[in-house]
């Protein structure tokens, strides 16, 4: 069965698929995060791989309603180290470059190299390594892509400038996503979970008491707006622990004190 | 002395500074987020209006960033219903359209509608206004905006789909920045700040005790990746309160407790 990725081979999401699963894991190519969650929900793909933070540029919050709205599972985290390399066709150099394709992320992270050179237009794509693709393609001049050193050798690609993000530990969390039922594995030592609030003062502080008593570590918190009630919060809530009971006891009193309490996952802490 | 907006004339930053300011107020355009803090910072303009979250998309993460980096002042906020409607040059219909040029944002929050025309490529661009514009100047066909009515009319496009996004009541909530020391203003009755807590368990949850018990009101609060310390926490959080002694003493408060702590803006509550 085929892993769902967000672009095509040699991206950052197959990367992920490689790791978690297996190298020769087969993969299906998705153009977007929404077709991503299709083909995973049709049951065309049985797992899926999906970007949800960046240490520059933070939580993708639109991920976090795709996996609210459609009732996936995470059954997994992976946190991969992304470097950024700027690569065109052989033989070109950076000040033939007149465009950069990339994603919007890749962009951001990348910003500060740009300064250098202003007379470089930087162009939104939906994938990174499919742009490397379509320069050998297409063979384009002047075009450059940003993306993995993978898919620079995948698509024959020379790396005119290596790592070029700002920051050099740039760290990316990657979801794994199911569709299945959860399944009680007290094995698990971190969850992602998500509830809202009545608008009372101190309503929230009330909810993190309780986490704080269950000895529950908070990692995460992001209070998204509740669709198609303007400025309403849910919020998304990242904890770790040491004991599953010490979990499951908050899982039964935040069922009690908060509104809609749901659970997105329970999965093994991939850090440390 | 000019106001920054991002993206053109036409666009619903220049909507917002019209309406925050004066319809007749001058703006400069700016093509995206950080070259509109440049042209703050640079005193080429003497405030800027940023787009900082929207009800469908959640939080521009990215702008918080920005203005942390910058140390600038938030001076105000304003929230706009903003509706998008697909425009193009006159006489052709939603079958002639083989593309869509607009912001990512405005895709998203646009995303139901095109699922019935999946022929129909949707093209990355960096402003709404701006593909008007262009649309009308190089008088490309099978191309369509999304983009504001006043758009439409600056740039004499006819409509061809009003309203299409996804969530017919579609706010966004705008900033508006400068640069100056924050003046005390015991008139405000909101105020954007943030923070870093330790590591230990309950860190977050004092503070919020604090506001809690200091009368304060959350409306908002994320937490955003330290730069160069991945997996830090920084807390950015946005409060309401009654009486600014209150609020005077929770600061008090709250720069003994937490670390960095920070005032972002101290404003009016547009909400009610």
């Known amino acids: 069965m085929k892993i769902a990725i967000q672009g095509v081979k040699g991206s950052f999401h197959h990367k992920v698929a490689q790791t978690f699963f297996d190298a020769t894991t087969p993969v299906l190519e998705c153009m977007s995060f929404p077709v991503l969650v299709d083909q995973l929900v049709s049951g065309n793909a049985s797992a899926a791989v999906m970007a949800i933070e960046n240490s520059i540029a933070g939580a993708i919050l639109p991920n976090y309603a795709l996996i609210d709205k459609h009732k996936l599972t995470i059954e997994g985290e992976f946190y991969l180290d992304v470097q950024h390399n700027l690569m065109a066709l052989s033989g070109q150099t950076i000040e033939d470059i007149k465009e950069v394709w990339s994603h919007p992320m890749a962009l951001i992270q ?17 994938d990174t390594a499919a742009v ?64 809202r609030t009545d608008h009372k003062r101190g309503s ?12 529950l570590n908070l990692t995460k918190i992001q209070s998204m707006p509740v669709i198609e009630m303007p400025w309403q919060y849910a919020f998304f809530v990242d904890i770790t622990f040491d004991a599953y009971s010490d979990y499951e006891k908050a899982k039964k009193v935040l069922s009690i004190m908060s509104k809609d309490f749901k659970v997105l996952g329970e999965y093994k802490n991939q850090k440390r």
């Open 204 to 215: 929230l502080a009330t909810i993190l008491n309780i986490m704080s008593d269950c000895k």
């Open 132 to 195: 490397a693709h379509q320069i050998q393609k297409e063979q384009l001049k002047g075009i450059a892509a940003i993306a993995s050193e993978t898919a620079s050798q995948i698509y024959e690609l020379d790396i005119i400038a290596p790592q070029i993000q700002t920051i050099k530990h740039n760290e990316t969390r990657f979801f794994i996503l199911n569709t299945e039922e959860k399944q009680i594995n007290t094995d698990c030592n971190k969850a992602s979970i998500c509830f």
């Open 110 to 126: 990348c910003r500060s190299f740009f300064e250098k050179y202003p007379s470089i237009k930087l162009v939104e794509a939906t």
